[in-house]
């Protein structure tokens, strides 16, 4: 799977362009803003874009996905269920950070664990991993060894959980019993800053060792 990071946003929020090397069709995971510079991106890699997959309702993560849809004429796919009332709620969340009017999004299609969505050739894998918010989910491609972790895990961190309906117990179980597993040369792209491995944070991350360190 080829990919190309396009930071997007104040929240220098990850917005992926995924594509098949073989068939040049692609989708954008997490279209954060920014819009017209991610239509200039697709334009430069020279693909096609099929879809628009999210991760969660976070309006950081899914400010552009509307009117990018529109703007294709291709569908919005994921998160999970549970995070309707997020992306119900996108005009309070703008308004909240005095960004533009973002309109209330539903997607064409809800994900759920061990779904999977293909992109041309590949195949990703769905995985639910609540906690940051129940329905966040992350996408896997276990034929490049590449996860797309959204706000679940970060280099040297993990996401979020004083949102609504959060909760970072469920987030570290998630880590641990799902993501883990998929091993240490899993590498992943998370929602913001740098790309890391799975074998990495294992090791290293201070949140998911069995004692937390004191500072």
Known sequence: MNYRIIPVTAFSQNCSLIWCEHTKLAALVDPGGDAERIKQEVTAAGVTLMQILLTHGHLDHVGAAGELAQHYGIPVIGPEKEDEFWLQGLPAQSKMFGLGDCPALTP????????????????????????????????????????????????????????????????????????????????????????????????????LQDEMPVW
């Open 108 to 207: 064409d299609r809800w994900l759920n664990e061990g779904d999977t969505v293909s992109v041309g050739n590949i195949s990703l894998q769905v995985l639910h991993c609540p906690g940051h918010t129940p329905g966040h989910i992350v996408f896997f491609d276990d034929a490049s060894r590449l996860l797309i972790s959204g706000d679940v895990i970060f280099k040297g961190g993990v996401g979020r959980s004083d949102f609504p309906r959060g909760d970072h117990g469920q987030l570290i179980d998630a880590i641990k019993r799902k993501l883990l597993p998929l091993g240490d040369d899993v590498t992943f792209i998370p929602g913001h800053g740098p790309l890391s491995t799975l074998g990495e944070e294992r090791l290293h991350n201070p949140f």
